[in-house]
């Protein structure tokens, strides 16, 4: 984290001037329209940015498609691409700063998780598909001697990446990274929350020196500029993070046009076990406590259920509740911050009508439930039934749901009770139940004794409605890349 002090942000704040225009074909370029981006710190209008109609999605897509079909970047040597990435990631560190405090001030995330983690993040996934992009190799199987046969990766075409706004740039980056890296040419669509981190980011990718149409961003309302993109004749992939329910809809817009590849992440009600034996009960409950409330919540990963073993329920709990009182809410702009606002007045209403489900279904209120403006206490709810909706529906909020069971094989049943499948976790001392309890969990990654640990190298996805395909690591190229088979008769 750097140090710049709370009355240094608040007068970078009062002194923005974002880049508001699109970013189509390596310039700054205006909508058909133009749409409020609104501070959930506050309320305020923060700037104006350019909203697309169908005719500016189809000018970033033509864009995309000269860049790839006839453009330098896809004919560019892997080592040559490597160098370009390279330098962009060096100009968003330069930039660091600035990219931390559109992020806060757009969606609302603290300060120091702006800079320290999300910048991070983004840094370190350009450098890692960077140095990822020459070191690929093809493939030649051995077929006979009168035969030479090639298995070659080549990049599938535009990639269209349509990604939310609770890690703005993290989740545009995991996408847009292996893509430009494989050779794609690539049309971001950020949420219509959190478009100023991502025009930045264009406007660097300009500095960099991608060439004009490798990367370009469309601000717009999802029904609209979304839309546009998934039945768009000339994208190749759609590469989509959100809710189940938009999904659903890409799934429907490739089938209606082009069959598009669409690949999914989607949402989550991730089980976090905790056992009795588990080797530090306290550090189980503060790590719950802190993976529920970081990020306020707006996580598709969070473990908001937490499935406790009986014995130790009051002792977890307590240590919970404690910590959900002591958080630091705040202005998110403040360093010191640990929880800012939820991102916009239609987020904290349905936040707040889970809370208020949660109530009259009859579990109890431990905790928080309330809250000023757009901002809510950490919440936590005992006495948590299976049926209830606080159980099986993803709020995307603070709230952490708990459930109690009395042997593991309960709390593997409750766990795999979802229709998700994003992420799990068990806290337990026994080498053989972790294990045996991780492969009986449908869930793309389950974390033991631990919980939100990553790394580039490591897949990152969904089983089950949390959607396919794998972020991050090397199987991200299988996204991007079609194979083809050559095959010589010598
Ligand atoms: P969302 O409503 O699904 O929106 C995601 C993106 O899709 C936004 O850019 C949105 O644009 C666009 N969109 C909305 N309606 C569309 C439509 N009819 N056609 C085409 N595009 C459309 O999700 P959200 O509210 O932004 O984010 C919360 C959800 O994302 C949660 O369910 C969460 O679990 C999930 N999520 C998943 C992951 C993961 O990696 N698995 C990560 C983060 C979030 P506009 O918003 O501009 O309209
Ligand atoms: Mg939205």
């Not at 995309?64 to 560019?76: K, N, T, Y």
């Not at 509740?321 to 010191?336: I, N, Q, S």
């Amino acid at each position: 984290m750097t140090g710049v002090a709370y009355e240094d942000w608040l007068a970078r704040a009062d002194r923005l001037d974002p880049y508001t225009d699109h970013h189509i074909d390596g310039a700054s370029s205006p909508g058909e329209g133009t749409a409020p981006v609104v501070s959930p710190r506050d309320g305020r209008t923060i700037a104006r940015v350019a909203s697309a109609g169908a005719a500016d999605v189809d000018r970033a897509v033509g864009a995309a498609r000269r860049a790839f079909d006839a453009g330098p970047w896809p004919r560019m040597s892997p080592a040559e691409r490597k160098a370009a990435l390279l330098r962009w990631a060096a100009l968003v560190e330069r930039d660091r700063e600035e990219l931390a405090l559109l992020v806060s001030l757009e969606m609302g995330k603290p300060i120091s998780e702006a800079d320290g983690i999300e910048l991070r993040a983004v840094i370190g996934c350009l450098r890692w598909y960077a140095e990822a992009a020459d070191k690929q190799l093809d493939e030649s199987p051995r077929t006979d001697a009168g035969s030479l046969a090639l298995v070659t990766r080549e990049p599938a075409g535009v990639v269209a990446a349509v990604v939310p706004w609770n890690f703005p740039l993290t989740m545009a980056a995991w996408k847009i990274a292996p893509a430009l890296a494989a050779g794609c040419t690539v049309v971001l669509k950020p949420a219509e929350e959190s478009p100023l981190s991502a025009l930045r980011l264009a406007a660097l990718a300009a500095e960099a020196g991608l060439p004009p149409g490798a990367f370009n961003v469309v601000n717009g309302p999802g029904e609209i500029a979304g839309r546009a993109l998934g039945e768009h004749p000339g994208v190749d992939v759609i590469a989509f993070t959100g809710s189940g329910e938009v999904g659903r809809h890409f799934l429907r817009y490739a089938a209606g046009s082009n069959l598009k590849r669409v690949w999914l992440e989607l949402g989550g009600k991730s089980p976090n076990i905790i056992l009795p034996d588990a080797p530090d009960l306290d550090a189980a409950a503060d790590t719950a406590a802190w993976g529920i409330f970081f990020n306020a919540g707006e996580m598709c990963t969070a473990p908001s259920r937490l499935l406790v073993h009986r014995s130790v329920t009051g002792r977890v709990l307590d240590r919970i509740v404690a910590r959900a009182e002591k958080l630091a809410v705040g202005d998110p702009l403040d360093p010191a911050t640990e929880m800012g606002p939820l991102v916009s007045a239609r987020q904290h209403e349905r936040v707040l009508s889970y809370v208020e489900a949660g109530r009259a279904e009859g579990a109890r209120l431990r905790a928080g439930g309330e809250g000023e403006g757009l901002f809510l206490r950490p919440t936590v709810f005992d006495r948590v039934e299976p049926g209830m909706r606080i159980a099986r529906e993803e709020i995307f909020g603070p709230v952490l749901s708990v459930l109690e069971f009395d042997d593991a094989d309960e709390a593997v049943r409750l766990a795999n009770d979802t229709e998700y499948g994003l992420a799990a976790a068990v806290w337990t001392g026994d080498l053989s139940a972790a294990h045996r309890i991780s492969r009986s969990l449908r869930a793309g990654t389950v974390w033991v004794n631990c919980y939100e640990e990553g790394d580039m190298s490591v897949p990152f996805g969904g089983m089950k409605q949390s959607g396919h395909g794998r972020d991050k690591s090397l199987h991200a190229f299988d996204k991007y890349t079609d194979l083809k088979t050559t095959w010589i008769t010598l």
